[in-house]
């Protein structure tokens, strides 16, 4: 088996930890942040592109490459950094949040403020939904052309070994902040059961193909904005073992309400076994990411950061802005006068918006690699400044300059 994590610091007044996540291919420092690659890639930008800036991995959605191009492709092409040309470390996610988003509707925005949002803002009527979760598990329309698909918690694993990523996760039930407290006990009952099932197949999984690389599998806490349903889930999870074999690590999943991010992260993490990586699945806004490592998190995801540059939207120190403003026309500045990124390296404020503009193609390039940038380099300087001791005055100095408060999503 070639997979560890190293914990090489951990702070004294807070959760947050440096370490080191060590897969067959290569090391992740943590904390990190891991760009998306939906459908293995990063949309509109070179692996290599993606190395140069820092990111130490990449996650792609299991749900899209088992509809397209089907997860045996990735199999016979040796597996998804093979196939994807990215020779370093790779996590999937399940399929789960995909398959169920479908069913109830909800959009993509997971975390939010439960006071400003309407339940009919996020759940389609029973006649829309694509999706039917049972006991065993969910059926479901492809959104590609409405064909009839069937994931249990078996499949996942079967799909997820197939694509090979270093980093897996367990097939789960995602709920929203409106499904009632009893659907979300219901839920859990089910993510559990899932769970044991999920680790059952893939220690068949790894002896049957144990001439491939070491995946790892991590379980999945739900329970919403529950206390004790949170801490239900990360306790039966984080001691949870099926066939003599256990989680490698977790992740924090399902609804998050934005004002109690920190509050949940805390529950779960203080029950969670301390040495085991933990991942926040779909949230990157830059405020979130520090709540998130001063509560213990290692590894992020989140699709915002590539989503809205293609929108011309950009990170910057002083906040977020759109590059296709008039006011940019004559702004020969770069993006971001701090950032060392190639985009900001070599192009102005100006050309950037003259390529938005002219709906060029190297637009969602270069506004794609300063943002994954902005975002990567930030959970970087988490990490430094975590070694040397002044994560508060970082996170002070930026949160005073920052501006921008944004949602989340994921994909
Ligand atoms: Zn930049």
Known sequence: MNFSFDIKHAESDSLARVGTITTPHGQIQTPAFIPVGTKATVKSVLPEAMADLGSQALLANAYHLYLQPGADILDEAGGISQFMNWPGPTFTDSGGFQVLSLGVGFKKVLAMDAKTFRRDDVIADNKERLAHVDDEGVTFKSHLDGSMHRFTPEISMQVQHQIGADIMFAFDECTTLHNTRRYQELAMDRTFAWAMRCLDEHKRLTEARSHKPYQALFGVIQGAQYEDLRKKAAGDLGTMESSGIAFDGF???????????????????????????????????????????????????????????????????????????????????????????????????????????????????????????FIVRLVDQMRQALLDGNFADMKADFLGRYKHRSGQASD
């Open 251 to 373: 992740g924090i999943g399902g609804a998050l309400d934005k004002s109690q991010l920190g509050t949940i992260l805390s529950w779960v993490n203080r029950t969670l076994p301390e040495n085991k990586p933990k991942h926040l699945l779909g949230i990157g806004a830059p405020e979130d990411l520090f709540v998130g490592v001063e509560n213990g998190l290692d590894t992020f995801d989140c699709v915002l950061a590539s989503r809205i540059a293609r929108t011309s939207a950009v990170y910057t120190m002083e906040g977020r802005f759109n590059l296709s403003n008039s006011r940019f026309k004559r702004d020969f500045e770069a993006i971001d006068d701090e950032c060392d990124c190639y985009t900001c390296t070599h192009y102005s404020r100006a050309y950037m918006h003259h390529v938005f503009r002219g709906k060029e193609m190297i637009a969602a390039t270069l506004a794609t690699i300063h943002n994954e940038r």
